[in-house]
């Protein structure tokens, strides 16, 4: 039951030189597990000044999984911020045989690349955070976590909001009425089984 990635980010962490640099795809569950040895990992990279940036890429990005992978990026030389890009949204899915896959464009990819090469913080897509950002949110290396959640106010007159709450009362009561009817037809077809 051992991730065994794992078994390969230890080694290619303690092969670093001082300037080392590496790319390493692991599942994206790596980036924001706080039980087991992730943490541990993701911690001596934060401690040690190690990481460059994290690329979570989009769903069935490989046409062979369906497992959610992200791209970390080691620079054993950077002291600087480290970029987290969620790039999980982008792409286009396409069949490909039997297989569901993401394929990004090429203004996709550019757009990725430019954003991490430049470490800049772009609303919903990427951040730029220090070594003790990261340390204060637990190590975790999911840019969502990172991001400022933006609230619009908006004043209202009371009518208004009387009109919206009006509103959202019609449509609920409609779905309330819609489920009824298929609660009614369920236990109907239910009534016909017959073993």
């Known amino acids: 039951k051992m991730a065994i990635y794992q078994l390969f980010l230890q080694p290619i962490i303690n092969s670093l030189s001082k300037t080392g640099k ?10 924001a597990a706080q039980k087991g040895i992730d943490p541990k990992i993701r911690q001596h990279l934060i401690k040690n000044k ?14 062979t999984t369906g497992t959610n992978v992200s791209i970390l990026f080691l620079d054993a030389s950077n002291t600087g911020d480290v970029i987290l890009v969620d790039a999980s949204k982008l792409g286009t899915k396409v069949k490909d045989g039997k297989n569901q896959k993401t394929v990004l464009s090429t203004e996709e ?9 430049a470490k800049e913080t772009i609303d919903d897509l990427s951040v730029a955070v220090s070594y003790d950002d990261i340390e204060a949110k637990n190590y975790s290396l ?7 959640v933006k609230i619009e106010y908006v004043d209202i007159t009371p009518e208004e909001f009387q009109a919206k709450l009006s509103g959202h009362q019609s449509r609920l009561r409609a779905q309330f009425t819609k489920t009824s009817e298929l609660e009614k037809k369920i236990q109907s077809q239910l009534k016909g089984l017959k073993l």
């Open 142 to 148: 999911s840019a969502g976590q990172y991001f400022e």
């Open 22 to 31: 590496a790319a390493i795809v692991v599942p994206t569950g790596f980036i």
């Open 50 to 63: 190690m990481l460059a940036g994290v690329v979570s890429m989009p769903s069935n990005i490989f046409a």
């Open 109 to 117: 990819e550019d757009r990725i690349i430019d954003t991490f090469n």
